[in-house]
């Protein structure tokens, strides 16, 4: 324990619990298929309040007792405490990533170690735009965990200025700044969770007040003593702490907009067993037993250590990989982590000669397989794996590039108008020899369906999307009905908007949750809002080509996909042929039923409809839905067709063009 600080085992006890409910949150370990521990991550949180607690008490102690405080010192400590386990395990996994990843991911990986030795991993995994959950289930991020390594080490670059600064000038304020610095952080948290959940997640002035949490009881304690004297209170309330906890480990989970108010009771439950904890109190007694504190002890090498090896090994029994990351633990607590802290001045190997040279070994590395494309080769991989590695996401248009200012009179006008769904189809149209004969204009917008006189809105805090509105939707109607004889090519993820959920499979796949929704200032129910902006345009002759929903996966498919290639590389192509990768098609019909009622409750001689689930779903395989056939995938994520996916819906459009002209 550093020297300005004294030890207390029931931190370390608190620190096992965090770990193990993180390593139980990832192992996703279920008992008569309910899942335990799914608020498991909130051991992260945790650990963030026991770090803005020690460090706090060790910066002001330091000045306490010696009337100043070395930066230098106190990097250099943090140094030995983080960076050799951290450099290990990187170390350890690279080879390994060598092998089982393919080139794209490997890419990614080695970006994620770059990024993590710079301590902006936080910033690197927000911006891949994902969340926390589902960056677990469409990439290969064996170090996603470290975003929270990111936000301990930029607090400890800042706050120790911040304490220094505030002790020296503003000392009799010290608690109020801290107070405030917590509410604040907590109320931009929870604004956060309901408007920015992803960058929410991912940043220390969201997280800031979890650090401060632990900053505050570190302050108080060392300006009058901790209030533990109380039997009675050092006996409830660390009960009642370890009851806030266990319930949020139970009964939280990654559906929940999170860090927010929410995340109080688990901060208040942590602080309960920091502040009010004795050597009699019965929980500083369960946390002090030998076994719970070498845990405690072993725990930050147990945190690094876990995700890797769950991730490069999926295919592996995760009781064996449990084991395994335990005594990969144990080892490197006792060889590396233990040693750099005690031996750092005394030691040939032990010293910043080696955390300096392993850092330039492990940037050097990385920075060779960006730069080389992950050492790319397509004659090592079958197709459909070439397929996923060129990340063959849009067809690239080379040819006019859509612009509705341009108007040839000679031709009549398709339109095509939708969210991110028909923005694909957009691309394959563009360069369609048969379109060439029309003015082809584009309206679509990410997440926006056409809904006349709707707003897209937040669904908590009630905020407009200034990109998909009822102005917006007013300038789609006039543009549709701007010229006679056009065709409006219209679609999108429409269960989404009705249902205002995203797609659970029911089968293991879940999609990120949904936090958006569509208003109308009428009352009217988007059901109705969408019969009746299709009825109003068919009504004033305009020609519709009405596109159903895809059927969504609830997984990535081309992450499934490269999980079956990773651990079968030898039969690859005969496994993915005799157990294709399908979704339940009588799930998905549950999922979308009131969308397609709505559809199919529209009769009109001008409407054209084209049904991707009848392609999809139920033609090769009973009650199922294909992803792939033997040479290419149809899907590019869990929602969007791939361009072969496109192409046939595509085809279908052009054969419903040809049909309106020859009426």
């Known amino acids: 324990m550093n020297k300005f600080s004294y030890y207390r085992p029931e931190i370390d006890g608190l620190r096992a619990l965090a770990v193990i409910a993180v390593i139980f949150y990832h192992a996703e370990f279920s008992l008569f298929d309910l899942k335990l521990l799914t608020g498991g991550f909130i051991g992260v949180d945790i650990f963030f309040v026991i770090s803005g607690y020690l460090i706090t008490k060790i910066i002001l102690n330091e000045i306490k007792i010696t009337g100043k405080f070395s930066f230098i010192n106190f990097y250099k400590r943090r140094a030995r405490r983080i960076l050799p386990a951290l450099f290990f395990v990187i170390l350890c996994s690279f080879p390994f990533a060598y092998y089982y990843l393919v080139p794209n991911?490997?890419?990614?990986?080695?970006?994620?170690?770059?990024?993590?030795?710079?301590?902006?991993?936080?910033?690197?995994?927000?911006?891949?735009?994902?969340?926390?959950?589902?960056?677990?289930?469409?990439?290969?991020?064996?170090?996603?965990?470290?975003?929270s390594l990111s936000i301990e080490e930029q607090f400890y670059v800042f706050f120790p200025m911040f304490l220094i600064f505030i002790s020296k000038y503003l000392k009799k304020y010290l608690t109020l700044i801290i107070i405030t610095g917590l509410i604040a952080s907590l109320i931009i948290a929870d604004w956060g969770s309901q408007t920015h959940?992803?960058?929410?997640?991912?940043?220390?002035?969201?997280?800031?007040?979890?650090?401060?949490?632990?900053?505050?009881?570190?302050?108080?304690?060392?300006?009058?003593?901790?209030?533990?004297?109380?039997i009675l209170l050092s006996q409830i309330f660390p009960i009642l702490?370890?009851?806030?906890?266990?319930?949020?480990?139970?009964?939280?989970?990654?559906?929940?907009?999170?860090?927010?108010?929410?995340?109080?009771?688990?901060?208040?439950?942590?602080?309960?067993?920091?502040?009010?904890?004795?050597?009699?109190?019965?929980?500083?007694?369960?946390?002090?037993?030998?076994y719970v504190v070498g845990l405690g002890l072993i725990s930050y090498s147990l945190y690094l250590w876990h995700l890797p090896i769950f991730v490069l090994f999926s295919n592996v029994n995760i009781t064996y990989l449990i084991v395994i990351t335990f005594l990969l633990s144990i080892f490197s607590y006792f060889v590396i982590e233990k040693p750099f802290r005690k031996k750092f001045f005394k030691s040939k190997f032990y010293n910043l000669k080696t955390l300096i040279i392993s850092s330039f070994i492990i940037l050097l590395l990385n920075c060779m397989v960006i730069y080389k494309n992950g050492f790319y080769d397509s004659t090592r991989y079958p197709n459909i794996i070439n397929e996923i590695i060129a990340k063959q996401i849009f067809v690239k248009s080379p040819a006019k590039i859509v612009n509705p200012k341009i108007d040839n009179p000679n031709k009549n006008?398709?339109?095509?108008?939708?969210?991110?769904?028909?923005?694909?189809?957009?691309?394959?149209?563009?360069?369609?020899?048969?379109?060439?004969?029309?003015?082809?204009?584009e309206f679509n917008f990410s997440g926006c369906y056409y809904i006349y006189d709707f707003d897209k809105i937040q669904k908590y805090s009630l905020k407009v999307q200034d990109y998909c509105n009822r102005e917006t939707q007013a300038k789609r109607r006039k543009e549709f009905l701007s010229k006679e004889n056009s065709?409006?090519?219209?679609?999108?993820?429409?269960?989404?908007?009705?249902?205002?959920?995203?797609?659970?499979?029911?089968?293991?796949?879940?999609?990120?949750?949904?936090?958006?929704?569509?208003?109308?200032?009428?009352?009217?129910?988007?059901?109705?809002?969408?019969?009746?902006?299709?009825?109003?345009?068919?009504?004033?002759?305009?020609?519709?080509?009405?596109?159903?929903?895809?059927?969504?996966?609830?997984?990535?498919?081309?992450?499934?996909?490269?999980?079956?290639?990773?651990?079968?590389?030898?039969?690859?192509?005969?496994?993915?042929?005799?157990?294709?990768?399908?979704?339940?098609?009588?799930?998905?019909?549950?999922?979308a039923e009131e969308s397609l009622a709505v559809l199919d409750s529209i009769h009109h001689p001008n409407l054209y409809k084209i049904f991707p689930h009848k392609i999809f779903c139920d033609i090769k395989i009973k009650n199922r839905c294909i992803t792939h056939d033997n040479k290419n995938i149809l899907y590019k994520d869990n929602n969007h067709l791939s361009p072969i996916g496109v192409k046939i819906i595509e085809d279908l459009i052009i054969e419903k063009i040809y049909k309106i002209e020859n009426k």
């Open 105 to 147: 991911f490997f890419v990614d990986y080695s970006k994620s170690i770059i990024s993590s030795l710079g301590f902006v991993s936080n910033f690197y995994f927000w911006s891949l735009g994902y969340g926390y959950d589902q960056l677990q289930t469409v990439r290969f991020q064996p170090f996603l965990h470290t975003w």
């Open 487 to 591: 065709i409006l090519i219209m679609g999108g993820r429409l269960p989404v908007y009705i249902s205002g959920e995203r797609y659970d499979n029911g089968e293991g796949g879940k999609e990120q949750r949904e936090w958006l929704t569509f208003k109308n200032s009428r009352n009217l129910t988007i059901a109705k809002g969408i019969r009746n902006s299709i009825i109003d345009l068919l009504n004033h002759d305009l020609k519709i080509i009405l596109i159903y929903p895809v059927p969504p996966t609830g997984f990535h498919v081309h992450k499934k996909i490269l999980d079956i290639y990773l651990w079968n590389k030898n039969n690859f192509e005969d496994v993915l042929k005799n157990k294709p990768i399908t979704t339940s098609y009588e799930n998905f019909m549950k999922y």
């Open 241 to 290: 702490g370890l009851f806030l906890i266990i319930h949020s480990l139970f009964f939280y989970n990654d559906e929940m907009f999170l860090p927010s108010f929410y995340t109080l009771s688990p901060i208040i439950g942590v602080c309960l067993i920091l502040w009010f904890c004795n050597q009699n109190s019965l929980i500083t007694k369960m946390f002090s037993n030998k």
């Open 413 to 441: 006008n398709i339109y095509i108008a939708g969210d991110s769904h028909m923005y694909q189809l957009t691309r394959m149209l563009n360069v369609n020899p048969k379109i060439a004969e029309y003015d082809l204009y």
């Open 197 to 230: 959940a992803s960058f929410n997640f991912y940043i220390l002035p969201t997280r800031g007040w979890e650090l401060l949490a632990g900053s505050i009881l570190a302050n108080i304690e060392i300006k009058y003593g901790r209030n533990s004297s109380n």
